[in-house]
């Protein structure tokens, strides 16, 4: 099945995937399961892809002991996360980390995966606001995370590459022709961790950069009361009136 086929689909980085999912693309974590449940329960082939994240180190990952064995005048870790313990915001454009994520992709690809989907490409923005001297290494950060998407298409050529957030890069040359598809987080609810509706302006521009990206795109929306008929209605029909598969956390 091609990527711009799926109409529904699973996002899911905890545990074993349940059998009876019937996503038409299932995004998985190859160290919590790594199997690549590549068939529904009708027996169709769907696309299933690995998750990476590309702008945090995670402490129970297999290269975090190689982190820890650098040199102290070479850091790569910078900060950890205040929300998500255990993941470090990172100085991305470090070869020998780009070579980690390569691996990891090939990985992927080796264990029967379709493709990578790729978290905290927008980890620029988190450096720039908590971490402004780091980020004042670079000149081009944004341009920096083009090359290491690049270099992660370059170790998996003929597969599928789907690049979570950071709308900011999707229009970008570089990115055009690396990635097959876009995963957005709160398009329209809890940007700010509250559950409540995001501000219309973020929507706005989100939304026009999914449209100029022409690149096939899907949702996630963590709704803090998965029962709440009214924002279950809103997004499902939301969702619906753009054509974008969406799932719900």
Known sequence: MKLRNCKDWHYQLQGRPASSIDADLMVIDIDADPRPHHYKPSGERRVVLAYLSIGEAEDYRSYWSAIHER????????????????????????????????????????????????????????????????????????????????????????????????????????IQSAVDGLGIEDLWFGEDETGEPNRQASINDKVLALGESGLPAFVVEYLHDHTDPPALKTVDGLAKELGLPLTIE
């Open 71 to 174: 040199p102290a005048n070479s850091p790569l870790l910078v900060r950890e996360n205040p929300d998500w313990k255990g993941n470090w915001s990172i100085r991305f454009w470090d070869a020998g980390w780009t070579l980690a994520c390569q691996h990891r992709a090939a990985h992927a690809i080796s264990r029967g995966f379709d493709g990578v989907y790729l978290d905290k490409a927008d980890v620029y923005l988190d450096l720039r606001e908590a971490d402004p001297s780091v980020a004042a290494e670079r000149k081009d950060l944004e341009a920096d995370m083009e090359t290491l998407i690049g270099a992660i298409r370059s170790a998996i050529p003929n597969h599928t590459i789907v690049l979570q957030n950071a709308p900011d890069l999707w229009v970008r040359p570089g």
